[in-house]
């Protein structure tokens, strides 16, 4: 019966359970309404905005109620906002956690309340309450990123030359940070062994090259600073750097440091997220010259049919239940496939599939306005 099977599942009697508990069978999606809560992380960066939007969309249409909110990379105001969902009675939580540590507790009276709980592309830490992940397969995301700077710069195992290569990573506090630079320094790593890439600052680890809250002025700051401390004579080539916000960061930094983006001596510069700012520069080669889409729009159908299928009483469909361990259990996933964009790739990529306009890159400011 399905009432046994869910509840087996999730390991919890909560409302939703409940509520099929108290009508008869026929009635059971008339109970369940889908009533979601959408916390998301920060208005700050394109995607979340557009996927916010994008979800409350595809569950409005489904005829559920939805609570969205943001919580500006504020832990208390995230924790606060999910609970007021909570309180106004949501039976699903849709979350884009800021501190990945720092949901435990209420999660746990959410899923007292037999709330179900989809981590949504950043894994919650160290509860057993999260019931689903959706996300992409990060770790390659590092390795698209990092597979950009091998192939510009032209190295393979024969070449000789040497190249100065610096490396960015996220939050610390997001789960995927670490997934990024792992993908992006087990690419890299047979040319830092070979002697083929060097690192001159000898920031190799996640902590000193993390980027608190993917603040791009932190990104800006400490490459202003490597290059004070380590490029007054020598060449840049490369910078490995997780997402479009950090790069333009470090653009900044290197504009204002003399840097002639589009001149020969103009390093090498990944991305993430596909930002229409960052577009325009892969586009009019004034800034990085890649970045990764993940293509939210995915994203967000697959988190909405999570919640579909329990509505309508089924298990919702995952693709991975072998990767993501959260401290306390795996989580069963659903991982979709990141995209390499460059100059030579994006209008296919971002633009022919109706992710943005040509118009829209065009009409992004160049700076972080
Ligand atoms: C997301 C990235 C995003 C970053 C900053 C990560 O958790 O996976 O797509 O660039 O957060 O918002």
Redesign the pocket.
């Known amino acids: 019966m399905r009432l046994n099977r869910r509840g087996l599942l999730f390991g919890t009697a909560g409302a939703a359970a409940a509520s099929l508990a108290a009508c008869g069978k026929g009635e059971e999606s008339k109970q369940l309404t889908g009533h979601t809560g959408i916390a998301m992380?920060?208005t700050v960066?394109d995607?979340?905005v557009i996927e916010g939007a994008d979800l409350e969309k595809r569950l409005q249409d489904l005829g559920y109620k939805t609570i969205l909110e943001y919580g500006e990379d504020d832990v208390p105001t995230q924790i606060q906002q999910i609970q007021s969902m909570i309180d106004a009675g949501v039976e699903f939580l849709i979350i884009?956690a800021i501190g990945n540590t720092s949901l435990g507790e209420v999660l746990s009276d959410a899923k007292n309340k037999g709330v179900t709980i989809i981590s949504y592309?950043?894994l919650i830490l160290e509860t057993p309450d999260v019931d689903y992940y959706a996300?992409?397969d990060?770790y390659q995301v590092g390795v698209l990123q990092a597979k950009h700077i091998i192939s510009r710069l032209g190295l393979s195992q024969d070449s000789t030359e040497t190249f100065n290569i610096e490396l960015f990573s996220?939050?610390l506090d997001?789960n995927?940070?670490q997934y990024f630079f792992q993908g992006g320094m087990d690419t890299l790593e047979p040319f830092i062994y070979s002697g083929q890439i060097v690192i001159p600052s000898n920031e190799t680890e996640q902590e000193p090259t993390s980027t608190q809250q993917?603040d791009p002025k932190l990104a800006r700051e400490r490459m202003a600073r490597l290059l004070d401390d380590f490029y007054k004579d020598e060449p840049l080539h490369a910078v490995l750097s997780?997402?479009?916000?950090i790069s333009r960061g470090i653009v900044e930094a290197l504009v204002a440091a003399d840097f002639e983006p589009g001149s020969d001596d103009f390093p090498v510069i990944t991305g993430?997220?596909a930002e229409a700012r960052s577009l325009k520069a892969i586009k009019e080669g004034t800034g990085q010259s890649e970045t990764v889409f993940?293509d939210t729009r995915n994203l967000a159908e697959v988190a909405v049919n999570m919640v579909k299928a329990i509505v309508g009483g089924s298990t919702p469909e995952v693709n991975d239940n072998g990767t993501y361990d959260n401290g306390f259990k795996f989580i069963p996933s659903f991982l979709l496939e990141p995209v390499d964009v460059t100059a030579e790739n994006y209008q296919e990529i971002v633009v022919d599939s109706g992710y943005i306009t040509e118009e829209e890159i065009d009409n992004a400011p160049a700076d972080e306005g």
């Not at 997780?242 to 916000?245: A, F």
């Open positions: 992380p920060t960066s995607r979340w884009g592309d950043r996300s992409f990060n996220g939050s997001d995927n940070s993917w997780p997402y479009d916000g993430q997220d993940k």
